[in-house]
């Protein structure tokens, strides 16, 4: 099983990165699939969860500017960001949990390396 997260980088305020997240070993559709983040010195903070039915829900911090979403076929998980703020800048992990979808980053089953993003002018 493995979660690989790419799409990371340098941006400056205002704009937009997508993060995709691959998964190998098992099939995502079947599991609720979020992101989260982790700024240096800060808890994991939950950002956003899909469940297997569809249902995407958001963190207050991002609502209206991130956008969750996944391709099936592909087996990926995507992460749209537009209107990207300083405070935005972390190290993002996408996650899988066979049982539950929450914000609580305890019931995540699976969990990614991380893909960097860091906005700044």
């Known amino acids: 099983v493995q979660l690989v997260e790419s799409g990371g980088g340098l941006v400056q305020p205002g704009g937009s990165l997508r993060l995709s997240c691959t998964a190998s070993?098992?099939?995502?559709?079947?599991?609720?699939m979020a992101w989260f983040r982790q700024a240096p010195g800060n808890q994991r903070e939950w950002v956003s969860y899909m469940s297997t039915t569809g249902t995407s829900r958001y963190a207050d911090s991002v609502k209206g500017r991130f956008t969750i979403s996944q391709d099936n076929a592909e087996n990926t998980l995507y992460l749209q960001m537009n209107s990207l703020k300083p405070e935005d800048t972390a190290m993002y992990y996408c996650?899988?949990?066979?049982?539950?979808?929450?914000?609580?980053?305890?019931?995540?089953?699976?969990w990614g390396q991380g893909t960097q993003v860091t906005v700044s002018s």
């Open positions: 070993g098992f099939t995502i559709k079947n599991f609720c």
């Open positions: 996650a899988a949990s066979g049982w539950i979808c929450s914000g609580d980053y305890g019931v995540y089953n699976y």
